[in-house]
């Protein structure tokens, strides 16, 4: 049981340049969200899922967008990388949110130059 | 106002003592209350939800005062593991999907 993996672990882009991270998690969570974790900010929210084909925005969401096609996959896309991207990407499960609590991913850190 | 205030420390604890910090949330809908637990430059876990009665696990006790709008944590008889950052999460979804973190509060135990 793997749990929430995130690929890359670390990632450094030109400005300008696109990717994806790769979220996927093997415990059949309904929801799953992406955050970015910056120095002295907390964890922000970018984009959340509560089901495959379902997303929506979060607190910060300029810049990046993400699709559902499956439970078990959340990839996060950055469209145009800029050096304000540069952050730690964390993606979350959760079984149904609420009480239930979310499981992280280890992170990507991505700088972007 | 962030949403979610904490106290950023870093509070220096003696081994085996007692040690309290507390989290104010700004949103009075919020349905969901969490703990976490974070080390340093690795991913946020799940330390306790916080329910409205209280509730411990262990050495750990969490508090909700919803009149007050902040939920605490106590860590009793401190351990050299117990070195972390600890975050109070608010789910201000009425789904349960939208987490607010707080900046985190540095909890550092000394032999």
């Known amino acids: 049981n793997a749990g929430v993996t995130q690929t890359p672990k670390f990632q450094v882009l030109k400005t300008g340049q696109s990717m994806t991270l790769q979220c996927a998690q093997d415990?059949?969570?309904?929801?799953m969200s992406w955050y970015r974790q910056d120095p002295g900010m907390g964890l922000r929210l970018i984009h959340y899922?509560?089901?495959?084909?379902?997303?929506d925005q979060g607190e910060v969401p300029n810049g990046y967008n993400v699709s559902r096609s499956t439970t078990e996959d959340f990839p996060l896309r950055l469209l145009s990388a800029a050096p304000s991207q540069t952050s730690v990407y964390f993606c979350?499960?959760?079984?149904?949110?609420?009480?239930?609590?979310?499981?992280f991913g280890s992170g990507t850190r991505l700088t972007v130059v | 106002r962030k949403e979610v205030e904490q106290d950023p420390g870093p509070f220096n604890v003696p081994e085996g003592a007692t040690v309290a910090f507390n989290c104010t949330y700004s949103?009075?809908?919020?349905?969901?209350f969490f703990w976490y637990r974070q080390d340093c430059r690795k991913e946020p876990k799940l330390l306790m939800s916080?329910?409205?009665s209280g509730n411990e696990d262990g050495r750990f006790t969490a508090q909700l005062n919803r009149a007050s709008q902040y939920i605490s944590l106590l860590i009793r008889d401190s351990k050299l593991s117990d070195s972390a950052t600890y975050l109070c999460?608010?789910?201000?979804?009425?789904?349960?999907?939208?987490?607010?973190f707080g900046g985190g509060t540095r909890v550092l135990v000394k032999p």
């Open positions: 979350a499960s959760s079984y149904r949110g609420g009480g239930y609590g979310y499981t």
């Open positions: 999460v608010v789910d201000r979804g009425a789904a349960g999907n939208k987490l607010t």
């Open positions: 916080v329910y409205s």
């Open positions: 899922s509560v089901g495959a084909g379902i997303t």
């Open positions: 415990m059949n969570h309904e929801y």
């Open positions: 949103n009075s809908a919020s349905q969901s």
